[in-house]
Nanobody, 125 residues
Framework: VQLQASGGGLVQAGDSLRLSCAASGLTFRRYTVAWFRQAPGKEREFVAAINWAGNSIPYAESVKGRFAISRDNAKSTANLQMNSLKPEDTAVYYC???????????????????WGQGTQVTVSS
């Protein structure tokens, strides 16, 4: 199983970025997919998730209204559209996939089975 995260970069505050997570080696349509992030000196935190059916999509309060997660089961990819970026969004962003993630656990990193390598997002002020 491999999750390949891409799309990070250096942008200015107010700009947008689109992260992608390409999955292989698993039946993607059966997995809940999530994005987490980790800033320097901080713990990894939940950003957004989408269940296999695409009808349960929780967001962290800090990104709600600015970020949008989506998935394309036919292409085994998940995306995170990030708009109105702020300096505090600076972090390494990780995608994760979990086979049996119940709704109440979607925000918990321990619920996910597979992780990508991370992609750096840096937002300058």
């Amino acid at each position: 199983v491999q999750l390949q995260a891409s799309g990070g970069g250096l942008v200015q505050a107010g700009d947008s970025l689109r992260l992608s997570c390409a999955a292989s080696g698993l039946t993607f349509r059966r997995y809940t997919v999530a994005w987490f992030r980790q800033a320097p000196g901080k713990e990894r935190e939940f950003v957004a998730a989408i269940n296999w059916a695409g009808n349960s999509i929780p967001y962290a309060e800090s990104v709600k209204g600015r970020f949008a997660i989506s998935r394309d089961n036919a292409k085994s990819t998940a995306n995170l559209q990030m708009n109105s970026l702020k300096p505090e969004d600076t972090a390494v962003y990780y995608c994760a996939a979990g086979r049996q993630v119940i709704t109440s656990s979607m925000r918990t990193d321990q619920a996910y089975d597979y992780w990508g390598q991370g992609t750096q997002v840096t937002v300058s002020s």
